[in-house]
């Protein structure tokens, strides 16, 4: 199958491009590197060293033997996106290339208007491009399961049976995003749901809860193939954060109660996730919804988690209790449904604690380079407008 991945230099598109080429898949993919711009501007590094893309091609054509076929194309040029479409003829489109963090979008006025400009007429111009181009292919867009927020009833894979005044109709699930970048997925699982609809295209949109890891099987040994791993306030998630913490002996980061409860997977799942998606394509004109998570954790239970995987490599940690800089629940029910991948034949990583003592082993070669970053791992971005650092609020250890 021929896949086009955009955004393929960041943390999840250059690990998939690996993976598919390993099963004999076809990929080409777009970057314009903002990515990298990004974790500059918020004073941070990857934690794994990151090689030039030129560099990053090389390694790829010398250990998979085939060429990736890229171009820094920015999906706000639409002729050279449609351009790029029509001379690769892509059979599946894999849309990653979107500013991923909710704290970036709520620095200030111009990071939320950057990250909507960005992001949804990015999206919109890869639908344009679609109908124009390649009308048959199919978009996997990855959405995200902040777009529910955290509901007081059960969440289903984006539709539901309602019944009022009598009546009975099947609609989309409401969303409640939480910030400005969620808001984004919404307007985009919006757009999309139209497109199908109206155009007749195909698409599945992949609610993916939080990703950790720092490397799949096709990576191999060579260090130009290994993905990016942030561990900055806007975007080192909460295991990547946690593990880095973890590495330089600085305290695990809980925000709140520590109670509030998410989807997480490890990265091998998600990309597991993704080629399972990307080969068993929905019919025309048809929009689903997959909910795509390994399990739900509190973030107390998930500090918890990296706190047993960093003793049994010999690293002692502490977890201290921050005031929370974001406007939600500490307290909440949280029960998504999964069973639509699951019956495609995802089987979910159960070790979870193996997981993060891979991840853990490869970032302690890179001790240094994080410890030189360490003051960055408190965050001051407030949902309120305001930066200041977030308190302590509880520094006794989580046994």
């Not at 998939?16 to 390993?22: D, T, W």
């Not at 919006?190 to 949109?205: E, K, Y």
């Not at 990309?271 to 954790?297: A, D, H, S, W």
């Not at 965050?379 to 977030?390: A, E, M, Q, T, V």
Request: net charge negative; with cysteine; aromatic share 10%.
């Amino acid at each position: 199958m021929r896949v086009f991945i955009t955004g393929v230099d960041g943390y999840l598109g250059w690990a998939l491009a690996q993976h598919l080429v390993k099963r004999g898949h076809t990929v080409a993919g777009n970057d314009i590197y903002l990515r990298r711009e990004w974790v500059e501007e918020m004073g941070s590094v990857s934690a794994q060293p990151i090689y030039s893309m030129e560099e990053r091609l090389a390694a790829f054509r010398e250990v998979h033997g085939v060429k990736l076929d890229f171009r820094p194309v920015d999906l706000l040029d639409y002729a050279a996106l449609c351009e790029f479409f029509q001379d690769f003829q892509p059979e599946a489109i894999v849309h990653l290339a979107e500013m991923p963090s909710a704290p970036y979008s709520m620095i200030d006025q111009q990071h939320a208007v950057f990250t909507h400009n960005n992001n949804v007429i990015g999206s919109l111009n890869v639908l344009w491009a679609m109908k124009e181009v390649c009308p048959d292919a199919h978009l996997v867009k990855l959405g995200t399961m902040g777009e529910y927020g955290t509901p007081n009833i059960d969440i289903p894979e984006g539709f539901f049976e309602i019944e009022y005044r009598g009546r009975k109709d099947t609609m989309p699930f409401p969303r409640q995003a939480n910030s400005f970048y969620h808001l984004t997925k919404v307007h985009d699982s919006n757009n999309t749901m139209f497109a199908c609809r109206t155009w007749g295209l195909r698409s599945t949109d992949i609610m993916q809860g939080v990703v950790f890891g720092t490397q799949i099987d096709a990576m191999g040994d060579d260090p130009r193939l290994r993905s990016r791993l942030d561990f900055d306030q806007c975007f080192g998630t909460a295991v990547n954060r946690f593990c880095c913490q973890a590495v330089i002996g600085h305290p695990l980061t809980l925000y709140g109660t520590g109670h509030m409860k998410r989807g997480f997977l490890p990265m091998r799942d998600s990309i597991q996730c993704l080629t399972i998606t990307i080969e068993n394509p929905p019919q025309k004109g048809e929009y689903r919804v997959f909910n795509q998570f390994e399990e739900c954790y509190t973030i107390e239970e998930l500090a918890q988690k990296v706190q047993e995987a960093a003793r049994d490599v010999g690293l002692a940690t502490e977890i201290q209790f921050y005031e929370n800089p974001r406007n939600e629940r500490g307290e909440h029910y949280y029960n998504p449904d999964r069973q639509n991948l699951i019956n495609l034949g995802y089987q979910p990583t159960h070790d979870v604690v193996e997981e993060m003592r891979i991840m853990l082993k490869d970032l302690m070669k890179h001790h240094d380079r994080i410890m030189e970053r360490r003051e960055i791992l408190v965050p001051d971005i407030r949902w309120d407008g305001s930066h200041r650092r977030s308190e302590i609020i509880d520094a006794t250890p989580v046994k």
